[in-house]
């Protein structure tokens, strides 16, 4: 946010509003005429931002400043350079880090901060990319011209402008918002209207501009190609947020309708008590589902969320495993002697919901069948952190066709992806064997972009069918 008053206070909210996003990191720098540039980051591992970060109105103060959530490298960053001091922070990924890396330092000779393991903050390296142009819409272009994967970016001058970056094909939503004595930019549209201002405009794939408290200057024009990641209204995008128009609480809605008539269509929920969702952003495409079959929402299990807000939060799977087990409080008057059938955000890896499905049996569940709401995920996402695999074979998908047919698999992963093919129907029934589904299904590629509702040539879909 940049503003005429200290602003501290909105970044703080701000900020706290995409927590969902991440849950290491986090950090914000702030510019003040007096005190320059200041910054604060903190490990969100064991606690929220909002406790880590609660003394932050009364320890930091200025009229612009910027803040981060991070699942990976700590940031912003201040950095002090031929374009001057100013902070950054990054959303995004970079596949071709090493090789960056190798070709900078060869070149300038220069360095990096080196992390546990040897590993380069990403932010860093970005920030090293951008300094090798003459201004910072120059080197901005330039890095993300040469980086593989996706950043958007944010820098706070050190005279209190902050420069706001969206990426080369928009596959993230950088938005403005207005208020009577301020401009801020946000991923998140609820994030702005919570504070008071009100929405200005979506940055274009690509767009460069420089935001002060009276106005919004381009550095960049927009580019042609757009492709926005269909995977935010699936589940990581918050459901009171709107992307390129389209709010995603209703896309689920819409989506979850669509998987029920597939289903009536098809004769698979015939003997359904209930239908529920799993985990909570699975819960709104549960609820399209059960409007459009008229079979009864119901909530068999509870999440007990007052200390253990987020079962992902430790770094070590089998205390994630043991955390989610703990967390779930069985309602055994919707279990004992029912058809259960669940609709989840996804099915990436698979290890929690096996575990939920043997809850659910062991509580009495007569049937627990499943239901994705998007396809069948193939690919790790090469451009962005929220959705990545550090393989395919992570993937409970790739895995179950390997199994199956091997090497050969992959010759016919549009077969593996598409439920009315032999092929497609072995994969399912595997997965049920392997996670004691009494039947599953994948929403249909088709299914989520009628969902979405935007042209699908502006959607990246990269991790269902590997087209770029």
Not at 207 to 221: D, M, P, T, Y
Not at 407 to 423: F, K, P, V, W
Request: charged letters at 25%.
């Amino acid at each position: 946010m940049a503003a005429t008053r200290d602003c501290i206070l909105d970044v703080f909210f701000g900020v706290d509003y995409h927590s969902h996003l991440g849950t290491r990191r986090a950090g914000v720098a702030a510019y003040d005429a007096e005190l320059g540039l200041q910054r604060e980051i903190h490990n969100i591992e064991n606690a929220p931002f909002r406790t880590k970060f609660a003394k932050l109105p009364d320890e930091m103060r200025g009229t612009a400043a910027i803040g981060c959530i991070s699942d990976y490298d700590p940031q912003p960053l201040i950095i002090r350079s031929n374009l001057g001091t100013y902070a950054i922070c990054m959303v995004g990924h970079v596949a071709n880090a090493d090789a960056l890396i190798s070709k900078y330092l060869s070149s300038t000779g220069g360095h990096f901060n080196a992390m546990t393991g040897g590993l380069i903050n990403a932010t860093e390296l970005v920030a090293a990319l951008i300094n090798q142009k003459g201004s910072f819409a120059e080197g901005i272009r330039f890095a993300q011209e040469v980086i593989e994967g996706s950043a958007s970016i944010l820098i706070l001058k050190e005279d209190g402008a902050i420069v706001a970056a969206r990426d080369l094909v928009g596959r993230l939503p950088v938005l403005i918002g207005r208020g009577a004595d301020c401009r801020c930019v946000t991923f998140e549209s609820f994030a702005y209207e919570k504070i008071g201002c009100e929405a200005e405009r979506e940055l274009g794939p690509g767009e460069i501009v420089e935001i002060r408290a009276n106005g919004i200057s381009q550095l960049a024009a927009p580019l042609q190609k757009k492709r926005i990641c269909a995977f935010l209204w699936s589940y990581y995008g918050y459901p009171t947020s709107n992307y390129e128009g389209v709010n995603v609480e209703l896309m689920r809605c819409r989506n979850g309708g669509i998987m029920a008539e597939n289903d009536a269509e098809a004769g698979n929920n015939a003997d359904v008590d209930y239908v529920c969702g799993v985990p909570d952003s699975g819960t709104p495409h549960a609820i399209g589902y059960a409007n459009k079959s008229h079979i009864p929402f119901a909530r068999p299990y509870i999440k007990y969320t007052p200390t253990w807000s987020r079962s992902f939060m430790p770094t070590n799977q089998s205390a994630r495993n043991r955390i989610a087990k703990m967390k779930q409080i069985p309602v055994k008057e919707l279990i004992e002697g029912k058809s259960l059938l669940f609709v989840d955000d996804s099915i990436v890896r698979g290890t929690q919901l096996k575990e939920t499905v043997d809850f659910l049996n062991r509580n009495g569940a007569k049937a627990v069948h499943m239901r994705s709401a998007c396809p069948p995920i193939m690919y790790g996402c090469k451009y962005l952190n929220f959705s990545r695999a550090t393989g395919d074979m992570e993937l409970i998908a790739r895995r179950v066709m390997n199994e199956l047919e091997g090497d050969e698999a992959l010759n016919h992963i549009d077969e593996y992806s598409d439920g009315s093919t032999e092929r497609g129907k072995k994969l399912r029934q595997a997965i049920c064997e392997k996670f004691h589904f009494a039947s599953l299904e994948f929403q249909s590629l088709e299914g989520v972009v009628k969902a979405i509702g935007i042209d699908p040539c502006d959607l990246c879909t990269y991790c269902w069918n590997g087209k770029e």
